[in-house]
């Protein structure tokens, strides 16, 4: 009840009124989420999941040749990558850190970086080693909607750049762009103004939710434009504006069964676990305890 009280006052003050969407009601145990799953949902099981590195982003700058081999032993066979201040290939050349993952099993389908900079050689030496993915993973709250609509047309541009290497571009949003800038809700601005030819987005379900809005009528009204989606559970001890309250999947208050259906029936295909918050634990722990949901997952 605690929780549903503070989605309940966060939606009055956003003028929702009475409406509450099923998932945003009251916190479910991993038990009951896995459960529901299998009575309610159509049944299906996640053969491939992968983790964004950042989740382990301390233990990868002290050794990330030991850490991606901890990931691949827990059960993850794709991993999303990042720019920790040594390049997406971590000091490596692209085709050594390519043999790496390879050697473990794992897929380096995807990494986040700065599209903004050095783009056709970082699409050039992701594509050369198969790649599917360059992200960029943020560019910060506007002060305007035409500085919104700027970057629209950078996503547009950075497609291009690209899709000439055979790779696609993504965004993954954060919660500012699904806040009200001069009367509009600059995500719906870009997904209706780039091209799906160019341009795919990352949904990251937990600042969607954070920012009161719903994954899964967002997943329905764009269908095969959110390609990929992390899974980032919320807590449900700590106020629900807490920008930071990411907690161990299946012990928070998101419904993934029923988002990562949505997902898969409207063109997601990458489920991409992702944990920044380690109250009573510690990233690599949570890694693994996150990588057996997954495995566990029935919907």
Same mark, same amino acid.
């Given at each position: ?22 998932? #945003? ?5 991993? *038990? ?50 990042? !720019?920790? %201040?040594?390049?997406?290939?971590? %000091? ?10 390879? !050697? ?7 990494? /986040? ?6 783009? @056709? ?11 599917? &993915? ?9 002060? *305007?909607?035409?500085? #919104?609509?700027?970057?629209?047309? @950078? #996503?547009?541009? /950075? ?11 993504? &965004? ?14 600059? /995500? ?41 989606? /992390? ?5 449900? !001890? ?31 295909? &990458? ?6 918050? #380690? ?21």
């Amino acid at each position: 009840m605690k929780n549903r009280r503070k989605f309940i006052k966060l939606s009055t003050a956003m003028g929702m009124g009475a409406f509450i969407p099923l998932q #945003f009601c009251a916190p479910k145990k991993e *038990s009951d989420t896995l459960s529901e799953a299998v009575i309610s949902a159509s049944t299906g099981i996640l053969d491939n999941f992968g983790l964004q590195l950042y989740s382990v982003k301390e233990n990868m700058a002290e050794d990330p040749v030991a850490t991606i081999k901890a990931v691949a032993g827990f059960g993850y066979t794709q991993i999303e990558g990042f !720019d920790g %201040g040594k390049g997406i290939f971590w %000091g490596m050349k692209n085709t050594e850190f390519k043999s790496l993952t390879e !050697d473990l099993g794992l897929d380096f389908f995807a990494s /986040h970086t700065d599209t903004y900079e050095n783009l @056709d050689k970082q699409a050039e030496e992701a594509a050369a080693i198969g790649m599917k &993915y360059l992200i960029n993973p943020w560019v910060g709250p506007q002060k *305007s909607m035409d500085d #919104f609509k700027r970057i629209t047309d @950078d #996503f547009n541009k /950075h497609g291009e750049i690209c899709k000439k290497h055979g790779i696609r571009f993504a &965004y993954h949003n954060h919660g500012y762009t699904f806040i009200d800038v001069d009367g509009q809700i600059p /995500h719906d601005y870009m997904l209706n103004n780039t091209d799906p030819a160019l341009v795919d987005f990352e949904m990251d379900t937990y600042w969607v939710y954070t920012a009161g809005k719903d994954p899964i009528e967002y997943i329905k009204k764009y269908p095969n434009r959110f390609t990929l989606g /992390h899974v980032k559970d919320k807590s449900g !001890d700590l106020e629900f504006s807490e920008p930071n309250g990411s907690t161990i999947i299946g012990t928070g208050i998101m419904d993934f069964p029923t988002i990562l259906r949505a997902g898969m029936d409207n063109g997601m295909k &990458y489920f991409i676990v992702e944990q920044e918050r #380690f109250d009573g634990t510690n990233p690599m722990e949570a890694a693994e305890k996150n990588a057996a949901f997954m495995k566990s997952l029935v919907f």
